[in-house]
């Protein structure tokens, strides 16, 4: 009786022939929503997104990076401006004890391109998802045409940070079930 050919060399075979590659990058653009399903880690009005996309562009994998490049270069300077700006304004109110009017005058058209230090930070070891203050995040939804922002998110988010910061139950070495939170919520003791 001839010995049956092995499963390994058969799927090491078919393994060697076949490989995914990707040509382009479709892009789908969302408009902006009051988010209602994400917790910022400070005040109210997260950010989301409408349900369906308004749009769809195809890129070439080499346009999808150039344009990511480029993106990411215009974030990174305009981070560097606003920290450029806070600093400006920390020098002028004699090291931010003193509100002068000259720092409450300044804004972001005030620092230069010239001022920036952009070639100094590589742009991919610093570009990732940065918090927003509350009142960057509610001027982005009203620029994108959100007429009323709920003001009963503030709360709930509040409430939300709160209970995360209390988890698990008191219990210490054994487990009481009529006093355990986590036993009179149906999960095992934490």
């Known amino acids: ?3 049956a050919p ?3 060399r058969r799927s090491r075979a078919r393994r060697g022939g076949k490989r995914v590659r990707f040509a382009q990058v479709t892009v789908y653009y969302f408009a902006r929503r009051q988010g209602f399903t994400c917790v910022p880690s400070a005040g109210g009005s997260s950010l989301g997104m409408a349900p369906r996309h308004h749009r769809a562009r195809r890129y070439s994998l080499s346009q999808f990076a150039h344009l990511r490049q480029v993106s ?3 974030h990174l300077r ?3 401006r606003r920290e450029k700006l806070r600093a400006r304004r920390r020098e002028l109110t004699q090291n931010g004890t003193v509100p002068s009017a000259e720092a409450a005058g300044l804004t972001l058209a005030d620092v230069s391109d010239d001022d920036l230090d952009v070639g100094q930070v590589e742009v991919g070891d610093y570009f990732y998802l940065q918090p927003l203050p509350t009142k960057r995040r509610r001027a982005l939804l009203r620029a994108s045409g959100v007429r009323r922002i709920d003001a009963e998110e503030r709360q709930e988010l509040r409430a939300l ?3 995360r910061e209390q988890c698990g139950c008191l219990c210490r070495l ?3 079930p009529r006093t355990c ?3 009179q919520a149906g999960i095992q003791c934490q």
Do not use: D, G, K, Y
Request: aromatic letters at 0%; hydrophobic letters at 35%; charged letters at 15%.
């Open 181 to 183: 939170a986590c036993s």
């Open 6 to 8: 092995s499963i390994l």
């Open 78 to 80: 305009q981070h560097l």
């Open 1 to 3: 009786v001839p010995a």
């Open 174 to 176: 054994t487990c009481e």
């Open 72 to 74: 990411h270069r215009q």
């Open 161 to 163: 940070r709160l209970s």
